[in-house]
């Protein structure tokens, strides 16, 4: 196994864990986005029809929970993307019954006339008027899916300081090199790697 800092082998290439890069998942990400821990966001839960649930996909750190979680949210991600205020999402957990998906739909700020609530019910309306494939059998391409619930939550104030929060979400051997870098639309956890944030190293054309 070739992979470093918990990344799996998957036969060809290595599955990285959250906020990993390169072939053998050897370096921390240039830049973590923490600006969806700042919420608003709409938790969701939706069932998944045409795919069978197995032990390991409880597991968020196993092969078959990344490769379900990375094909549902591209699913997702096409379905909500002219969404207003939409800004990805983040499979939380996933549970028998089919495949049971509990997820967070992440948003930017709403303007102050705006309902979180109401933007609820538009991503679950949104959600299960969305073309799904004619064929749900377990082999078919595509996802065949019922969103069940959305629940809105406002942003909230974080129990620990950005400092602390780039630390928790940073890869472990790597957490002592982030550092946090505020922006007019969130939070991004950078280090002196990252380009044009201050601090940055100079690394001409290396």
């Not at 990400?29 to 197995?54: K, Q």
């Not at 509990?102 to 309902?115: C, D, G, I, K």
């Amino acid at each position: 196994d070739p992979c470093l800092n918990g990344g799996l082998w998957m036969g060809t290439a290595c599955l990285c864990p959250p906020n990993m890069d390169g072939p053998r998942c050897e370096f921390g990400a240039t830049t973590i986005n923490l600006t969806a821990e700042l919420g608003p966001f709409v938790t969701m839960m939706a069932r998944v029809t045409n795919r069978d649930f197995s032990e390991d996909m409880g597991d968020t750190s196993s092969p078959g929970h990344r490769r379900f979680a990375e094909e549902f949210s591209r699913t997702m991600d096409g379905i909500y993307r002219n969404v207003p205020g939409y800004r990805g999402i983040n499979v939380l957990s996933l549970s028998r019954g089919s495949v049971v998906v509990n997820y967070r739909v992440q948003l930017r700020p709403l303007p102050t006339n705006a309902s979180l609530e109401r933007r609820a019910l538009e991503l679950l309306a949104v959600t299960n008027a969305a073309p799904q494939p004619h064929n749900c059998s377990t082999s078919a391409d595509g996802l065949c899916f019922t969103a069940t619930s959305a629940r809105a939550t406002r942003a909230a104030t974080p129990a620990l300081n950005d400092t602390e929060l780039c630390r928790r979400h940073a890869p472990a051997n790597f957490s002592r090199f982030y550092f946090p870098f505020r922006t007019a639309n969130g939070l991004l956890c950078v280090t002196n790697c990252t380009l044009n944030v201050p601090g940055a190293f100079d690394c001409h054309r290396g």
